[in-house]
């Protein structure tokens, strides 16, 4: 069962309004960036405390400055799992939007 054009849209409207800004999350890293909050801000709550852990042997700076790269990557995987969440939700339930 495949999803019409309307499915299509209502997926993308939710998406749109459950986006992460970028710019809060840059925000977030620069300011909050040792307690890992742009990374909670962007629902990864594991790797935001294995991060916060290791700060403590040095590592975590490494990666708190390889997240300045990385956060439109985790943004846009997120947009994906929900649209992909959404799809499928919409082809069990047999909803379609006219």
């Known amino acids: 069962m495949s999803l019409t054009t309307d499915d299509m849209i209502l997926i993308e409207q939710r998406v749109a309004n459950e986006r992460k800004s970028a710019g809060a999350a840059y925000l977030l890293w620069f300011f909050l960036g040792f307690v890992s909050a742009h990374r909670f801000y962007l629902g990864k709550p594991i790797s935001a405390i ?8 040095l590592v975590g700076f490494v990666w708190w400055f390889l997240d300045f790269f990385l956060i439109p990557s985790i943004i846009e995987d997120d947009l994906d799992d929900k649209r992909s969440r959404m799809a499928g939700y919409l082809r069990r339930r047999g909803h379609y939007a006219y």
């Open 50 to 57: 294995l991060q916060i852990l290791s700060y403590f042997i």
